[in-house]
């Protein structure tokens, strides 16, 4: 059974408008969660992180929520670029066991 | 030159084969791991080593071995290729401090025939 979902394969979205992106988890000894992006032909690159001690982290176009009772997170990128175009996989650790579970991906199309 | 390098690429096997994939680091990071992606299933782990003496199975280990033969180095072999292992393989670092990211080599996609 996945600890990590991302219910939506495939999202698209029209340039400048907001994307955004949902993860559930099942595991409530998660404490830290990641995006990554991947592009075609690369390894995926670290986008942004949060902690459980927070609800919201923020860098430039990217925020991530979390909602810890839900046992769930998103990424809003706003506004979205043709150049967001990629998987975007989602990620959690426990700090006890320190690796990484992720999930599926959704694979985002910002539409020009 | 990239901070984790995954060699090769790309390969195509036969099935019976032995194959290795190899992965340096000049992070200087502890921590390594090799991942495999399939569509649908999001990256799995299959060994990770915390450090050279430290070797440990992840989810799916069945079929593959590692060897850490440096701090930089992590190499994954497949002692008898199958056609099911067929995939996209990535190694990551981490750095030892709690709560940060893993750096993914740009992997190596693997065919088994």
């Known amino acids: 059974d996945q600890q990590v979902k991302q219910n939506s394969p495939s999202l698209s979205v029209q340039e400048g408008r907001i994307s955004i992106l949902n993860c559930d988890y099942t595991?409530?000894?998660?404490?830290?969660f990641l995006w990554y992006k991947k592009y075609p032909a690369e390894g995926p690159t670290f986008l942004i992180s949060?902690?459980?001690?927070?609800d919201k982290n923020e860098d430039g176009r990217f925020t991530v929520f979390l909602n810890k009772s839900a046992k769930h997170l998103s990424l809003h990128i706003v506004p979205s670029q043709p150049g967001d175009s990629a998987v975007y996989f989602c990620?959690?650790?426990?700090?006890?066991?320190?690796?990484?579970?992720f999930g599926p991906g959704t694979r985002l199309s910002v539409l020009p | 030159d990239a901070d984790v390098t995954q060699t090769p690429r790309n390969r195509i096997t036969k099935t019976g084969k032995r194959i290795m994939l190899e992965c340096s680091q000049t992070?200087?990071?502890?921590?390594m791991y090799w991942y495999r992606q399939d569509p649908g299933l999001g990256l799995r782990l299959i060994y990770y080593s915390f450090d050279v003496k430290d070797i440990n199975k992840g989810e799916i280990s069945d079929g593959y071995s590692v060897s850490r033969q440096a701090q930089a180095k992590f190499s994954l072999s497949l002692e008898s290729a199958i056609p099911n292992q067929t995939a996209l393989y990535f190694c990551a670092t981490r750095g030892g401090v709690l709560n940060t990211e893993a750096f993914f080599g740009q992997g190596t996609r693997l065919t088994v025939v």
């Open positions: 595991n409530s000894m998660f404490d830290y």
């Open positions: 949060i902690s459980s001690i927070k």
């Open positions: 990620a959690a650790s426990a700090s006890y066991g320190q690796n990484f579970v």
């Open positions: 992070k200087g990071h502890d921590r």
